[in-house]
T-cell receptor
Framework: GAVVSQHPSRVICKSGTSVKIECRSL??????MFWYRQFPKQSLMLMAT?????????EQGVEKDKFLINHASLTLSTLTVTSAHPEDSSFYIC?????????FGQGTRLTVV | AQKVTQAQTEISVVEKEDVTLDCVYE???????LFWYKQPPSGELVFLIR??????QNEISGRYSWNFQKSTSSFNFTITASQVVDSAVYFC?????????????FGSGTRLQVQP
């Protein structure tokens, strides 16, 4: 079964609205989770590192005020895309590392219309 | 800085052919992990293999095999007797091991199309 659960798998929202994506580690505690973004036919790029109990760290070029990350517990990280624009339409996928592997969620396909 | 290069953007083969997907990496770390993932059209990443930098043994799992060569910084993936179900995008990835920063650096991916 899935070790990391990500919801929703697909979402369509209107421009200007906010969308929240949840990432849960089911079988283990994750003090760190990663959020990646994948544009069509491109690779996965790390957006930010979610840290339980402290602020997230963002990769260069990623707007922290637009992509709000909250690591509320050892099993849950959320990514909120605020004031979404069509150019935010992408595939977002989270990852929770264990000692031996990087477990990925199922991904969320976001379409902003 | 880390970098993963998958020079083959797209490969098309006919079923039952063997195919090799290339992966070349760059890192300054002496300890690191290498991965291969399969991404079908649904988008989810399917884990295929993880290899640490101290283990250069080749690995075989069914029709899949991997060739890790530190001398050339390569970690190539071969599918033997390809099948239509192998059609997907395949990503090679690298992560550090020493610093605890375990985010993956992905290559650009290779789209494999297996024709019946």
């Amino acid at each position: 079964g899935a070790v990391v659960s990500q919801h929703p798998s697909r979402v369509i929202c209107k421009s200007g609205t906010s969308v929240k994506i949840e990432c849960r580690s089911l079988d283990f505690q994750a003090t760190t989770m990663f959020w990646y973004r994948q544009f069509p036919k491109q690779s996965l790029m790390l957006m930010a590192t979610s840290n339980e109990g402290s602020k997230a760290t963002y990769e260069q070029g990623v707007e922290k005020d637009k992509f709000l990350i909250n690591h509320a517990s050892l099993t849950l990280s959320t990514l909120t895309v605020t004031s979404a624009h069509p150019e935010d339409s992408s595939f977002y996928i989270c990852s929770a590392p264990s000692n031996t592997e990087a477990f990925f969620g199922q991904g969320t396909r976001l379409t902003v219309v | 800085a880390q970098k993963v290069t998958q020079a083959q953007t797209e490969i098309s083969v006919v079923e039952k052919e063997d195919v090799t997907l290339d992966c070349v990496y760059e890192t300054r770390d002496t300890t690191y992990y290498l991965f291969w993932y399969k991404q079908p059209p649904s988008g989810e990443l399917v884990f295929l293999i993880r290899r640490n930098s101290f283990d250069e043994q080749n690995e075989i799992s069914g029709r899949y095999s991997w060739n890790f060569q530190k001398s050339t910084s390569s970690f190539n993936f071969t599918i033997t007797a390809s099948q239509v179900v192998d059609s997907a995008v395949y990503f090679c990835a690298l992560s550090e091991a020493n610093t605890g920063r375990r985010a993956l650096t992905f290559g650009s991916g290779t789209r494999l199309q297996v024709q019946p």
